[in-house]
């Protein structure tokens, strides 16, 4: 893209912009009066390349949504599954403005946190109402998986229980996530979405055929 491409803009905000502003506002919805709530819920950005001016974004972006930034220091080397695992090591840990200052910081995350959706930051196509039938359907199902598809193809973002963390931060980096979730291809759940699941942003012309 010869630059950041979550920090490009699209429509009033950026890439990354967009796709926060979708995952919050399934998170703070009561899924069973589709009313707004206050929640624990919190959006993590794992950064790598450019981290230093994304986490600038995510600062400003902290101000108006539940966002912080996780820096992925192997993301050179790992990959995506890498980014997925140190995300998941910093929801079992408390937030840095917590840690070893505040009581509430005891458990944080054990427990209270019972499954992460995991999106891209390059797909600000993605739909509230496809979040939300992803978090319905974990919360109907209790399956360990729940996946969007569009025409029998699988998709962004995907959800995983809990229960399933340990195997996947005992992955080696060799491993991708599409492997990891062949292997359980029998406790998926799948959710019928648009094609928005299978867009991201690769190029530039990728970017400027679908930016509002």
């Not at 039938?133 to 229980?161: D, K, M």
């Not at 599409?178 to 019928?192: E, I, K, P």
């Amino acid at each position: 893209m010869g630059q950041p491409k979550l920090l490009l803009p699209w429509g009033k905000t950026t890439v990354l912009g967009q796709v926060v502003s979708v995952f919050a506002a399934e998170l703070s919805t009561d899924s069973k009066t589709d009313k707004r709530i206050e929640t624990d819920n919190e959006i993590l950005v794992i950064t790598g390349g450019a981290h230093t001016q994304i986490e600038e974004l995510v600062l400003e972006l902290a101000k108006k949504y539940p966002v912080r930034a996780v820096y992925n220091t192997h993301y050179a080397q790992g990959g995506m599954l890498s980014s997925i695992q140190a995300g998941l090591v910093a929801l079992t840990l408390p937030p840095p403005s917590l840690r070893d200052t505040s009581p509430k910081s005891k458990g944080f995350g054990g427990g209270r946190v019972g499954a992460a959706l995991i999106g891209l930051g390059d797909q600000p196509q993605v739909r509230e109402e496809t979040v939300r039938h992803i978090c319905a359907a974990f919360i109907q199902t209790e399956s360990p998986l729940v996946i969007p598809s569009f025409e029998n193809r699988r998709g962004h973002p995907w959800l995983a229980s809990r229960s399933l963390w340990p195997e996947i931060l005992a992955l080696p980096p060799s491993t991708t996530p599409r492997q990891f979730l062949n292997s359980h291809a029998g406790q998926v759940t799948y959710v019928a979405a648009d094609k928005s699941i299978l867009q991201d942003l690769d190029t530039l012309g990728d970017y400027n055929r679908q930016r509002p």
